[in-house]
């Protein structure tokens, strides 16, 4: 079984649509707490989702998977009231390490690209 | 005046500690619902913990500046009710864009290392 | 007119196989000069095959670009006598930044990945 | 007995200075052959020097540590005959992953910057 969310999530608002092997959807509205000092939609919150489908992808396949390093690439600014998904791939999956690519999305228009590496614990 | 809070920090329970021209530290206690899947201090908390002190030490200057690309590196896992700092130091100062490195502590360790740089946007 | 080739690509070997605007691709075999401490493929020969494109592709537009940041990930180690293509395509395209993905493949399995983040100049 | 030389090294005329557990220093001159489409030195040579201190830094233990995931800013760009030292440190050392920081410095100035994260081969 997997688990569908978490309380960070559960703060922040973010809903789990998909987990499959290897892939996850989380999606989000963002609202007025999820602001920045510019008004717009801080990127600790855009990472925060993209990490939530990292994390349900990368835990998929039934082996415990903590990250070790991401990257964030910043596109666009995100305003209040959009509706965002983050959308997670396994670009790369080895025994002990993984690559997931997760980008997030507003109006089918990629704001945001996450690349995250995890190390996978061993099995029983 | 340098703003030293906004939405998101408030809803994450960051306080900003210091801001200084090109520096500045956020600090946190981590509680329940900061957890993830695995029980631990979720990613996306110590993102959000270190990237609320890289927006106030890049946007110290009087330039507003946003965030291009980010790199997180996590070296220890971190459990509810532990202390946090992220410190923001200048890597590298530039007319349009610049780096910082911010260090995520807990008891004097570093337990997670982001770095990140920004677009500069021209003055008046 | 694009330039095709520098003087770093002919000291390592590497051929342009194709540039149009937005994409590239360039071409090596590793030879025993390219080889690291462990026997196998330096990793930054891989990072050299995979830039080269990146510079080629972000510099397809007409307007002089150079790299803020990158990031490299490792997948599979690569022997001598590979065959490695890069293949450089645009993830984001604005006004002052532009972001390119880079696969580096061998017999058309993806070894290596690359993610690039350029500064773009003013035009005249 | 560390290895402090590979043919990839031989290649670019890198010279390693320094190695102590957990510590390199690699420098280099940038000749004619390292340049780049602008004329300047080429991205992937500075990173070449670079990756060369975090090899030699990463398996400095005794175990064999390979590269998972490396990053690397640009801050300044470096002409040719500029005499350039890579200096790489141990961020942080785990039992299965270990992370660098390596500055590339000419005239004592940080033109560069490379984070790099290995994965350790668990010993005989």
Avoid: W
Avoid at 30 to 35: I, Q, S
Avoid at 75 to 89: I, M, P, R, W
Wanted: with cysteine.
């Amino acid at each position: 079984m997997h688990t569908l969310t978490d309380p960070y999530m559960q703060l922040l608002g973010l809903e789990t649509r998909l987990v499959e092997p290897g892939r996850a959807v989380v999606a989000a509205q963002v609202r007025p707490e999820h602001l920045n000092i510019h008004g717009a939609c801080h990127g600790g919150f855009l990472y925060s989702l993209a990490d939530a489908a990292f994390a349900l992808a990368s835990n998929s396949h039934g082996t415990a998977a903590v990250a070790l390093t991401t990257q964030m690439q910043y596109f666009k600014a995100v305003q209040a009231g959009e509706h965002l998904e983050a959308h997670a791939l396994e670009e790369h999956l080895g025994r002990r390490t993984a690559t997931y690519r997760i980008e997030v999305r507003s109006n089918g228009r990629v704001v945001a690209l996450f690349t995250g590496t995890v190390f996978r614990f061993a099995e029983g």
